[in-house]
């Protein structure tokens, strides 16, 4: 499968309070914190909210999603359109969540370092080839692992336990 | 090759003789946790498993911690649809507002993690119950949901860093200054997807509420969870509040470390991190005459009875500086009943202290405590990040429960030793 869209880009340690910040937090509904994805990005030139478009990309450096548990910030990313993340590392409590409701992410240093702002970039999961057409180069990023194929495939963790329960 | 005292845990409540790090596993859980900012969330989830029931009503512990009591209307839609699914599923250990504490402060006091448990909570700080000797940590809400459905949970086998920390620590150094310091030490990341094991013959000098703090931060250092071995105290604590059957488990003598870091606990200083990351330390002679508008003594990383004993101790019979506020929130109700009954909530009292309910309130920038644009606060909680107590344009600065009330008296930055 393939993504395509364009990039908004952060740097390192981007927390789960800045994607979706816990004043927001008395609503699960993922359009309603989809309104506020990235809100406390304040150092970022560009408010994500407003320009976000279905299929956009977000790349950003080392330990993306520290902090809270709360799932709330990739559902909010997911809900927000973006159909990719690409960052040199997640933090763990993030990895797992966007890996149960199914939200690709991926680890690639070269292309987190390479990529900027407003770049158009490709994705195909398949082979982890990932390419920017604006720059026209080509990163490869970490394949899935075959247990988190196996969930993405399965379509996330509550249609895994469905089918370990014997539930059609 | 040995296991770590975290792959141990895991290779038995996975059924397997032996773990190695980066082994995909699924291992029985012995509690499954969550709070009401993220078991509405687990509900819509475990809803659409499309079964009536939880995989064990006794080994589920839900609450509501977070917004409570009841912050707002939406909140309060939460609350109702988490009570009414507790009260559905027959959950043991629901805790409604006047019996629920923080919950980080609640689990163990209600003895429901032991030593050799595996325990998952929707809530990043679950972390906390290594210090009982147990593999915990935190997971996002679909986790949770397939946790009450089938008690079982999948799991990366983490590496490890030993932290090996020695001698009897300064004056005034607390859990907080020590894990602060090792934070500071090695970033937010430094331990990412890894065990943190505190050993050493320093451990000896620390009580079981600085163990709580340490494994409780273990999350801002990245880590999977925090562990330290069990002994006589960590038997003592679980003999007071559990009637669990625990088990003690120890790393193999040749378990296999990423890195062994060692720590002089006599040669710290109390630590202060400032805005806006975990890892951003100084020491308090450094941060001292900083002006601050507001003061947490609180949280489920130090809303401990010692915790508010020592901020008592500092601010008996002084008060706080006229210009700021000071919010004092315990962690449980029996810590809260033991500061009225020991004399503490009369101190906090009279020094001009807000002293409440249990709640994590302003930690998370919840209620009971936000700050407005430019404010600066001190706060013994755990997270420093943008916005994290109000306006994106506040600042939080951490510390321990005695810095914190040093602090307040005189309403800049104080090192507890001038207070």
Redesign the interface.
Same mark, same amino acid.
């Given at each position: 499968m393939k993504v395509c869209g364009t990039v908004f880009k952060y740097g390192d340690n981007i927390d789960t309070d800045v994607i979706i910040p816990a004043r927001y937090l008395n609503s699960s509904d993922p359009k309603e914190l989809a309104k506020h994805c990235m809100e406390d990005a304040i150092h970022s030139s560009v408010k994500f909210a407003d320009n976000v478009k279905e299929g956009d990309i977000i790349v950003a450096e080392k330990n993306f999603g520290c902090g809270s548990s709360r799932e709330h910030a990739p559902i909010a990313i997911k809900a927000s359109g973006i159909s990719c993340v690409i960052a040199k590392t997640f933090a763990r409590i993030f990895y797992r969540n966007s890996i149960n409701i199914g939200l690709p992410i991926l680890e690639c240093d070269e292309a987190a370092e390479d990529i900027d702002m407003g770049d158009k970039v490709e994705v195909d999961f398949d082979t982890g080839v990932i390419k920017n057409l604006t720059k026209n180069k080509t990163y490869k990023a970490e394949p899935f692992p075959e247990f988190m194929q196996e969930m993405f495939s399965a379509g996330g963790l509550v249609e895994q336990t469905k089918s370990k329960l014997g539930i059609k | 090759m040995g296991m770590t005292m975290t792959q141990k845990i895991l290779a038995a409540a996975a059924g397997l003789d032996s773990v190695k790090a980066g082994q995909?596993i699924e291992a029985k859980l012995d509690l499954v946790l969550g709070n009401d900012?993220?078991t509405?969330?687990a509900i819509?989830?475990f809803n659409?498993?499309?079964?009536d029931k939880v995989f064990d009503k006794e080994k589920i512990a839900i609450v509501p911690d977070?917004?409570t009591p009841n912050? %707002?209307i939406?909140?309060a839609e939460?609350c109702k649809m988490v009570r009414e699914f507790s009260h559905n599923m027959e959950i043991k250990n629901y805790f409604e507002v006047g019996q629920m504490g923080i919950e980080h402060c609640l689990i163990p006091e209600k003895g429901l993690a032991v030593a050799g448990d595996v325990v998952i909570?929707?809530?990043?700080h679950?972390c906390t119950y290594g210090a009982l000797g147990a593999f915990s940590t935190?997971?996002?809400?679909? %986790?949770m949901?397939?946790g009450m459905?089938?008690g079982v949970a999948?799991f990366k086998v983490p590496s490890a860093i030993k932290f090996v920390l020695k001698n009897k620590p300064a004056k005034w150094i607390s859990g907080k200054d020590i894990i602060l310091h090792i934070i500071g030490k090695i970033g937010? %990341?430094g331990a990412?997807?890894k065990s943190m094991e505190f050993v050493g013959d320093g451990l000896k000098y620390l009580s079981m509420d600085d163990r709580f703090t340490i494994a409780n931060m273990a999350?801002e250092a990245?880590g999977?969870n925090g562990i330290f071995p069990v002994d006589e105290k960590t038997v003592e604590y679980m003999k007071e509040h559990s009637s669990k059957e625990y088990k003690i488990f120890e790393a193999d003598a040749d378990a296999e470390y990423d890195e062994v870091i060692e720590i002089d606990l006599s040669s710290l200083k109390p630590t202060v991190s400032y805005p806006h990351?975990p890892e951003n330390t100084k020491t308090v002679d450094e941060a001292e005459g900083l002006k601050i508008d507001q003061v947490v003594i609180g949280s489920c990383t130090n809303g401990r009875f010692s915790d508010l004993k020592i901020a008592a101790e500092i601010l008996k019979g002084k008060k706080i500086d006229p210009s700021i506020r000071c919010i004092i929130l315990p962690g449980t109700q029996a810590i809260y009943l033991q500061c009225v009954k020991e004399g503490l909530a009369e101190i906090f009292v009279e020094a001009g202290c807000a002293f409440s309910t249990p709640t994590c309130g302003p930690c998370?920038?919840?209620h009971m405590g936000i700050l407005a644009k430019g404010e600066r606060a001190l706060s013994t909680t755990n997270?420093n990040?943008?916005?994290?107590m109000g306006d994106?344009?506040s600042e939080v600065y951490l510390c321990s429960p005695a810095v914190a009330a040093a602090s307040a008296i005189h309403g800049k930055i104080t090192d507890p030793e001038n207070a």
């Open positions: - | 995909l900012v993220t509405p969330v819509k989830e659409k498993i499309g079964i977070h917004f912050k %707002d939406k909140s939460h909570g929707a809530d990043s679950t935190g997971v996002g809400s679909t %986790d949901a397939a459905a089938r999948w937010v %990341d990412l997807y999350i990245g999977k990351l998370l920038g919840g997270r990040f943008i916005g994290r994106p344009l």
